[in-house]
């Protein structure tokens, strides 16, 4: 079944069976691999890719499911080639990553809390990724890592939009991609 996917701001041609799913389509016919396959049953959060701008289990849903929606993967919060997200540099920073097989969920789930809330409280931030299993045990990390990423968000950013941090976010992914470039934190 011939359909088309747009996959990180580009519309992508696919050629799937229909019960494949999205994460076998994304891996495996598009070569984005940053999405992991976990348990493979919507529970750890490993194959977490944003749809519309809200994280959801990209193992639980066939490809032909996304026909309509903005599909984005970590390979899409680049700002660039080689380049990092503000949030992906601070979960790095803060040591957020740990073995990083769980990392691209989280950071994926973070960005989609960050848009919607631009001072998340800490509790707001574990319910967030909550749904997202870190086999490391290491949540202190990448809620610190959440934290250091909306102050820098907030820093970064001082013409807010009436409606709120989703403008915030997009003004401050380039500031982010500058100060990777030499223009520190």
Request: glycine share 10%; with cysteine; net charge negative.
């Given at each position: 079944?011939?359909?088309?996917?747009?996959?990180?701001?580009?519309?992508?041609?696919?050629?799937?069976?229909?019960?494949?799913?999205?994460?076998d389509?994304l891996r495996?016919?598009?070569a984005l691999?940053?999405?992991?396959?976990?348990c493979?049953?919507?529970?750890?959060g490993a194959?977490?890719v944003l749809?519309?701008?809200?994280?959801?289990?990209?193992?639980?849903?066939?490809a032909?499911?996304?026909?309509g929606?903005?599909?984005?993967?970590?390979?899409?919060l680049?700002p660039a080639?080689g380049?990092?997200?503000?949030v992906?540099?601070?979960?790095c920073?803060?040591?957020?990553l740990?073995?990083g097989?769980?990392?691209?969920?989280m950071?994926?789930?973070?960005?989609?809390?960050?848009?919607?809330?631009?001072?998340?409280?800490?509790?707001?931030?574990?319910?967030?990724?909550?749904?997202?299993?870190c086999?490391?045990?290491?949540?202190g990390q990448?809620i610190?890592?959440v934290q250091?990423?909306?102050?820098r968000?907030?820093k970064?950013?001082?013409q807010?939009s009436?409606?709120?941090?989703d403008?915030d976010?997009?003004?401050?992914?380039?500031?982010?991609?500058?100060?990777?470039?030499g223009?520190?934190?």
């Amino acid at each position: 079944m011939k359909i088309i996917l747009k996959v990180n701001d580009r519309a992508r041609d696919v050629n799937v069976e229909p019960r494949k799913t999205l994460l076998d389509t994304l891996r495996e016919d598009l070569a984005l691999v940053g999405s992991h396959a976990g348990c493979e049953h919507g529970v750890c959060g490993a194959c977490t890719v944003l749809l519309d701008g809200e994280p959801a289990r990209a193992c639980l849903m066939f490809a032909v499911q996304a026909d309509g929606y903005e599909i984005t993967t970590i390979e899409g919060l680049a700002p660039a080639p080689g380049e990092l997200s503000i949030v992906q540099d601070a979960f790095c920073e803060t040591h957020g990553l740990q073995c990083g097989y769980c990392t691209p969920g989280m950071i994926l789930t973070a960005h989609s809390l960050l848009r919607r809330e631009a001072n998340p409280t800490r509790e707001e931030i574990v319910d967030a990724i909550s749904a997202n299993i870190c086999r490391c045990t290491g949540y202190g990390q990448i809620i610190e890592a959440v934290q250091f990423a909306a102050e820098r968000l907030r820093k970064a950013n001082s013409q807010r939009s009436p409606t709120g941090a989703d403008a915030d976010l997009q003004d401050v992914e380039a500031v982010g991609a500058n100060a990777l470039h030499g223009g520190g934190r």
